[in-house]
């Protein structure tokens, strides 16, 4: 079987853990791995402040938590995502309205944001899906219209730019994921970026269960978020590859699309022309009508593990009682849930793996078609 995602770590990232905990990087309080982690990371990034957390999901959580909007507040979000980035949302007492895609990237639709606002909105929370960057200025100048905060969703998109900026360092927060399944991984752990100071001081502080003197007496409710200090150092070895775990994911890209070009009932990712799509997955659509599930149960009988794409947020179960989520018609996230799925996409997939998978895909779809 060959797995939707294998991550590229070895005997490095291994001696790294193993001297952190031998230097008694137990926790994310003690040794010099984790600031030097959020040091570099943020610097790569282009940000001043870096804050390691326990993974993306409390990454988002924490940004937003930072942000101290009032309960029952409007937070837009990107429509197709993760359910991690509502849950940052909902777990703060504040209301998910999803924003739906765009047909070409398949991010938040900038144009559909402004209909979506209302007294009660407070921020913006935009997913880079897939490693696609989203248009951010045009983002950003609408929050800035509005007064609105921007949380970035990073988990997929690691070194993804758009008009030549990181991802992660347009808004106010950038949320990132170090997932075993990420392009950068700690196993698990994530962290947030920001160039506010004051931002950076309130999340540091929220992380590590609001600790101030006097000790035990607590002006916040804070939360255990700390990352520990033998993961940070295991980031700082995944960091030196970064570069190179970049040009292999965008070769893996261009693999498939030179053997899946043309292939009947199949969509392929859009170019993106205005910033660097970095490709964590390789996903596809199937054409309209045809069974998506059965063509990925073909493949999976052929050997080649594949997952769907997220359920848009708007028809998630646990959010049906939401009006302000459940209301709102999102067209496009609806048909790339019920259309799409990803490709193995792993850094060490090789050009012949590709061309194999390009291969039994084009044929799944054919067998399918004909079923």
Not at 203 to 216: G, H, S, V
Request: contains cysteine; proline residues 5%.
């Amino acid at each position: 079987m060959i797995p939707v995602y294998e991550p590229w770590v070895g005997n490095e990232e291994a001696e790294a853990v193993k001297q952190a905990v031998l230097n008694g990087e137990l926790s994310g309080l003690f040794g010099k791995s984790l600031p030097t982690f959020e040091r570099e990371f943020a610097r790569l990034i282009g940000c001043r402040h870096g804050i390691a957390v326990t993974s993306g999901t409390t990454a988002l959580h924490l940004a937003v938590a930072a942000s101290h909007f009032p309960p029952g507040s409007e937070i837009l979000l990107s429509a197709s995502t993760n359910i991690a980035t509502a849950l940052a949302i909902v777990h703060n007492n504040l209301i998910p309205v999803p924003v739906d895609s765009e047909p070409q990237s398949w991010n938040l639709n900038p144009d559909l944001v402004e209909s979506l606002i209302t007294p009660k909105t407070r921020a913006i929370m935009p997913v880079h899906l897939f490693g696609y960057p989203a248009q951010m200025d045009k983002i950003c100048a609408t929050a800035e219209k509005y007064k609105l905060v921007v949380i970035e969703d990073c988990a997929e998109a690691h070194g993804a730019t758009w008009r030549g900026k990181m991802v992660g360092s347009w808004g106010d927060m950038g949320c990132f994921s170090f997932l075993a399944n990420k392009i950068l991984t700690t196993g698990e752990g994530g962290m947030i970026l920001t160039n506010n100071d004051s931002l950076a001081e309130e999340m540091r502080l929220l992380r590590n269960m609001a600790f101030k003197q006097p000790r035990f007496v607590h002006d916040e409710a804070g939360y255990n978020f700390r990352m520990t200090g033998y993961q940070a150092a295991m980031g700082l070895v995944q960091l030196s590859r970064f570069a190179e775990v970049l040009r292999r994911k965008r070769q893996i890209a261009d693999w498939y699309r030179e053997n899946l070009e043309g292939v009947a009932g199949v969509t392929l990712f859009s170019e993106c022309r205005e910033g660097r799509h970095v490709y964590w997955v390789y996903g596809v659509l199937v054409e309209s009508g045809q069974d998506r599930d059965s063509v990925m149960a073909w493949l999976r009988q052929a050997g080649v593990e594949t997952r769907n794409f997220f359920h848009p947020m708007n028809l998630q179960p646990c959010f049906q009682t939401i009006r302000e989520c459940s209301s709102v018609r999102c067209p496009v996230a609806e048909d790339l849930w019920n259309r799409g799925f990803y490709l193995p996409s792993g850094p060490n997939l090789t050009e012949a793996q590709t061309k194999e998978i390009a291969g039994l895909l084009a044929k799944a779809v054919q067998m399918v078609a004909k079923a």
